[in-house]
Nanobody, 124 residues
Framework: QVQLVESGGGLVQPGGSLTLSCAAS????????VGWYRQAPGKQRELVAA???????NYADSVKGRFTISRDNAKNTQYLQMNSLKPEDTAVYYC??????????????????WGQGTQVTVSS
């Protein structure tokens, strides 16, 4: 009942910028938190940015000052703006949302949903 569709990945040169989008749809009452994760080849998945419904943000040390997480509540869309990209940022990026939803006569609170992932490659 909740679907996430990611877009915006691609190939970019070092120092360039990309903005990732994550559009949520379905029987959503609210999006309570959002996280952007990434997984590079041979490495574990890591949290790079998060935002709560109240607007509080957290960033991994490796991306502080370069990445910005944001939300458009009216569109149920989440964004990750990535500036000053480095080769070390190359990874598959995943959007995760924590939602409150209602369907099938049941209220669901605190469920996690994942986007399909989008590849970001930073290379000259």
């Amino acid at each position: 009942q909740v679907q996430l569709v990611e877009s915006g990945g691609g190939l970019v040169q070092p120092g360039g910028s990309l903005t990732l989008s994550c559009a949520a749809s379905g029987s959503i009452l609210s999006i309570d938190a959002v996280g952007w994760y990434r997984q590079a080849p041979g490495k574990q998945r890591e949290l790079v940015a998060a935002i709560t419904s109240g607007g509080s943000t957290n960033y991994a040390d490796s991306v502080k000052g370069r990445f910005t997480i944001s939300r458009d509540n009216a569109k149920n869309t989440q964004y990750l703006q990535m500036n000053s990209l480095k080769p070390e940022d190359t990874a598959v990026y995943y959007c995760n949302v924590v939602v409150t939803a209602y369907y099938g006569g049941t209220l669901y609170r605190g469920d996690n949903y994942w986007g399909q992932g989008t590849q970001v490659t930073v290379s000259s």
